[in-house]
């Protein structure tokens, strides 16, 4: 788009001897050319299931139309058009929570920001019914595991857990065995989402939560109700010097973590911005 706007732009073509092309022109053509490609690369997404993941979590499940590229990690733009939308518009970012190997079934999970005032976004998703069809504009980011087999150390804030589902699920699809250790921080233990799918890929899991959970997996491990700090994370995650660290969440719940993170090898953050 840039060569052929930019080309145009300094080419002063004329049109039929009438006109000149010119900038505007130029910048017109460009954005036909984007929408064309856009066009062919669309992708939309029809809702199947809607459901309770946690009191205050919900997962969407869709099946993809058109052809859905992204890696695990990785999360898309859900276009959400509704009448009267807020400041804040009608499009959000969500982490994909299923895993590439899963399509076209493609899965998002989303947290009810505010009960009270929920944006006008969260309100139309809210409402909409099985069948319902949404655009994706694209799928993005580089919260990407690092390839070999270094260890790795996921720390999930909440609602951050959505990328790292994805990603222990490709790696238990493609038969990959990698070091993992999963720290699952979530108000309490009710609202800890995908248990059962993080536990059956038999990753080390260490969950601080206010109360105890119930019926933990043989390899999961409760910090007894402790808060999580840079003290408490080291105690948990010996070997954290070795490892490459990720962690995802609400940028307040990240900003109080990172701290803790210092001494991992290498640290990439996933702010979820809107929280
Ligand atoms: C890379 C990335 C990945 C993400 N992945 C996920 C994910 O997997 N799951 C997920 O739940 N979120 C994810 N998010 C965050 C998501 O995109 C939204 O920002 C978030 O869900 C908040 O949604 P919302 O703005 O509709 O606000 P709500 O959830 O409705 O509310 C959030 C807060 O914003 C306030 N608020 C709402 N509307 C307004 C307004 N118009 N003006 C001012 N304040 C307002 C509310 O009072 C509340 O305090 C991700 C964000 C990024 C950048």
């Given amino acids: 788009m840039a060569v052929v706007v930019g080309v145009l732009a300094g080419w002063p073509i004329a049109v039929a001897g009438l006109f000149t092309l010119g900038q505007e022109r130029a910048l017109l053509i ?19 299931r809607r459901e309770f993941v946690t009191p205050t979590a919900q997962e969407l499940t869709f099946r993809a139309k058109g052809h859905v590229r992204f890696l695990p990690g990785q999360y898309l733009e859900l276009d959400v058009p509704h009448h009267r939308p807020d400041a804040r518009g009608t499009r959000r970012e969500f982490s994909i929570v299923s ?10 999970a989303y947290k009810n920001g505010d009960q009270k005032h929920p944006s006008s976004y969260k309100r139309a998703l809210a409402a909409a019914e ?35 589902v994805s990603q222990l699920r490709q790696l238990q699809a493609t038969g990959q ?87 991992a090898r290498t640290l990439t953050t996933d702010a979820f911005a809107g929280y």
């Fill in 130 to 164: 099985p069948g319902a069809t949404f655009a994706v504009t694209g799928t993005w980011g580089d919260f990407i595991l690092p390839r070999g087999d270094h260890p790795v150390l996921m720390v999930a804030a909440g609602i951050g857990v959505t990328p790292f």
């Fill in 30 to 48: 460009g954005n036909l050319v984007a929408f064309a490609f856009a066009l062919r690369g669309s992708v939309r997404l029809v809702l199947e």
């Fill in 177 to 263: 065995q990698r070091d993992v250790v999963l720290v699952y921080v979530a108000s309490d233990a009710s609202e800890l989402a995908f248990r059962d799918e993080l536990a059956a890929t038999g990753v080390r899991t260490v969950v601080f939560t206010r109360d105890e959970p119930a019926d933990l997996p043989a390899h999961w491990t409760w910090g007894q109700g402790a808060r999580l700090d840079a003290e408490t994370l080291e105690r948990a995650v010996a070997d954290i010097t070795t490892r490459h660290a990720f962690i995802s969440g609400p940028p307040r719940l990240i900003a109080d973590l990172a701290p803790a993170l210092q001494k």
């Fill in 99 to 108: 895993a590439p190997a899963d399509l076209p079934t493609l899965r998002i």
